[in-house]
């Protein structure tokens, strides 16, 4: 006996009422999309897109943070869209209270290049270099950025506000600590 061969591919399983998924025979679905309307995605924000401008301006040579309130969860989304592919730029909502937040718009690409050019300034002159008081998130960006550098250590100093970040030039670096760890334990 031979097999029957099913011209229809694996898994499509149209319906009979039309074809197409989605609900309403023909494909009409009302404007709906599984029981969602569906946002015209080509309508431009023009406060979004004035505001992504002025992040963008601002964000040139800056290695503080834009700290953006008052917007809603909408207009939040949009500005994490603008930047999602970028990763010199990072954005986080921060909630404050029951109903407010703060969006903050990181330059991360700049606050790595401050503290590569920190880095090298610590190594060059053999000399402590403290940074300016930072973030948490800002702090962990520099220490994240810094622990593959050699000769360098990178701590956190100071209490809340004034928490900032020390970079000091090793003598031996961390090639030479470990090698004195592994004599020290014969």
């Known amino acids: 006996m031979e097999e029957q061969k099913n011209d229809k591919p694996r ?8 074809g197409r998924p989605g609900g309403r025979p023909g494909g009409r679905s ?12 080509s309508e431009r924000n023009p406060k ?7 992040i963008r301006e601002e964000l040139i040579d800056s290695i503080e943070p834009i700290v953006i309130p008052e917007l809603n969860a909408f207009e ?21 209270g029951d109903d407010d937040y ?13 503290a590569q050019k920190k880095a090298d300034e610590a190594i060059a002159t053999r000399n402590k270099v403290v940074l300016p008081h930072m973030s948490n ?8 950025y810094l622990k ?18 020390e970079i000091e030039p ?7 600590r470990r090698i004195i760890k592994k004599i020290k334990l014969f």
Do not use: C, M, W
């Open 102 to 114: 703060e969006l903050r718009v990181y330059p991360v690409g700049n606050l790595r290049r401050y």
């Open 30 to 41: 009302g404007g709906r999309h599984n029981g969602h309307y569906r946002r015209d995605r």
């Open 137 to 144: 998130y800002e702090r962990f960006v520099v220490h994240d």
């Open 11 to 18: 898994g499509d399983h149209r319906r009979r009422s039309g």
């Open 76 to 96: 939040r989304k949009l500005i994490h869209r603008q930047f999602d592919n970028n990763s010199d730029i990072v954005t986080k909502t921060y909630r404050l």
């Open 148 to 165: 593959d550098v050699d000769n360098i250590k990178t701590t956190s100093v100071g209490e809340e506000d004034d928490r900032h970040i």
């Open 170 to 176: 090793e003598v031996f670096g961390r090639g030479l």
């Open 48 to 54: 979004i897109d004035a505001l992504v401008r002025q």
